[in-house]
């Protein structure tokens, strides 16, 4: 298995990037999001983790700058009816946090949104992953969100948020945005959250 590749982009197309690595061009594809992201930084120079995709006679190389997004798209393509081109439209669509959060609360419309994936798929994804969804607590940490009582600060306003008829993805963003979000209560939190929508 292919973990990670480290190169010089070669070219970027619209659902890939050619890593140059020791003249061996590599062709990965991820989501427009990482891809925007790669242009606008200009590296030289990038390492993306990935996932080698074998099918018959394909075989197909898929990747993203961090950890927890390949982890993430290896859980979403391991649930039934649903492949890695679904995988890459969700997660072009929302962040691994903003997915955790939409299948904790069973938010299947905010999965929908994605590009070619129905209803049916996203309510499967929500039954499938639901307690089993594992993003790493590091990914929640480095947003800001951390273990233990403060994690279950945050999923109880995003809950009361979407409660309140906010979309799960817009609840998130708003609890993201209030500075000093771990260390107060819920009640404080939702205030605050409410004030950024």
Known sequence: MIYYIKGRIAETGMESVILDNHGIGFEIFTTGRVLQDLVRQGKEEVLLYTHLQIKEDERVLYGFPERSDIRVFRQLISVSGVGPKAALAILNVMTVEELYYAIQSGDSKAIAKAQGVGP????????????????????????????????NVISETA????????????????IKKVEGAESMTVEQLLSAALRKL
């Open 120 to 151: 049916k798929t996203a309510q499967r994804l929500v039954v499938d992953l639901k307690g089993s969804f594992d993003i790493g607590s590091t990914t929640l940490e480095a947003d800001g969100f951390g273990e233990g009582t403060e994690q």
């Open 159 to 174: 809950e009361a948020l979407t409660s309140l008829g906010y979309s799960n993805m817009d609840a998130l963003r708003a």
